[in-house]
């Protein structure tokens, strides 16, 4: 069964270092996107990819970079991790929409709980 | 810029009927979904709109008023593991990215 994974699912780091956070989608979906889930603010848009070689910001994406060199993944780069960026990170994943469809939700991968001391 | 509100938190009873309401003010909108989130789990989905009116999936329904920015969630004859957060998000016409609301958390009593 097609699936989306994140590596690792907790994971404690110190403040100023470089953490990166794996997402891994069997789905073959174009479309990959990161977030950031805190009490009260709901799920924050990070960076985002419509495909291959292509990266772009989200809403909440300073001190985040991602890469996309395959379709499988985009992983999440934290260059100076934060005491700010302690939260948990969703990865999701979905087709492109295309005209004449008009359903294209996102699946979600289970989650990384990052704290930052 | 887009906002998306919702209620913070409700409660109801095993075997009633609940509606959480979404309200959006965005550009571009194309189409609302309803996503279903348990404490420490992924979002999962659970409808879609695009066109206004009436969704209906067993038990859940959803509605949609393009004109008014409004959606509301139904959840008919609760049960307790309904009790989670309930999520509304906005897809925005051509982008395939979505803005969500801060979610309702639902908490079904005995």
């Known amino acids: 069964d097609a699936e989306i994974t994140q590596s690792p699912r907790h994971k404690i780091t110190e403040t100023g270092r470089q953490v990166t956070l794996a997402c891994h989608q069997t789905?073959?979906?174009?479309?990959m996107f990161w977030y950031r889930q805190d009490l009260g603010h709901g799920l924050r848009l990070i960076h985002y990819?419509?495909?291959?070689?292509?990266?772009n910001k989200g809403e909440v994406s300073d001190g985040y970079s991602v890469s996309r060199s395959n379709t499988e993944d985009l992983p999440l780069t934290l260059e100076s991790a934060a005491s700010s960026q302690t939260s948990v990170y969703f990865c999701?994943?979905?087709?492109?929409?295309?005209?004449?469809?008009?359903?294209?939700?996102?699946?979600f991968g289970p989650g990384t709980r990052l704290t930052v001391l | 810029g887009q906002n998306i509100d919702q209620p913070t938190e409700m409660t109801a009873t095993e075997g009633a009927i609940v509606q959480i309401n979404c309200t959006y003010q965005?550009?571009?909108?194309?189409?609302l979904f309803w996503y279903q989130q348990h404490a420490g789990e992924a979002p999962t989905f659970l409808s879609y709109?695009?066109?206004?009116g009436l969704e209906e999936k067993g038990r859940f329904s959803s509605f949609l008023s393009r004109s008014k920015g409004y959606s509301y969630l139904l959840l008919k004859e609760l049960q307790m593991k309904d009790s989670a957060s309930y999520l509304c998000?906005?897809?925005?016409?051509?982008?395939?990215?979505?803005?969500f609301g801060s979610g309702t958390k639902l908490n079904v009593k005995p």
């Open positions: 999701a994943s979905s087709v492109s929409q295309r005209p004449g469809q008009s359903y294209n939700e996102q699946f």
């Open positions: 789905w073959n979906h174009n479309n």
């Open positions: 990819s419509y495909g291959v070689q292509d990266t």
């Open positions: 965005t550009s571009g909108f194309n189409g």
């Open positions: 709109n695009v066109l206004d």
């Open positions: 998000a906005v897809r925005l016409y051509n982008f395939n990215k979505f803005y």
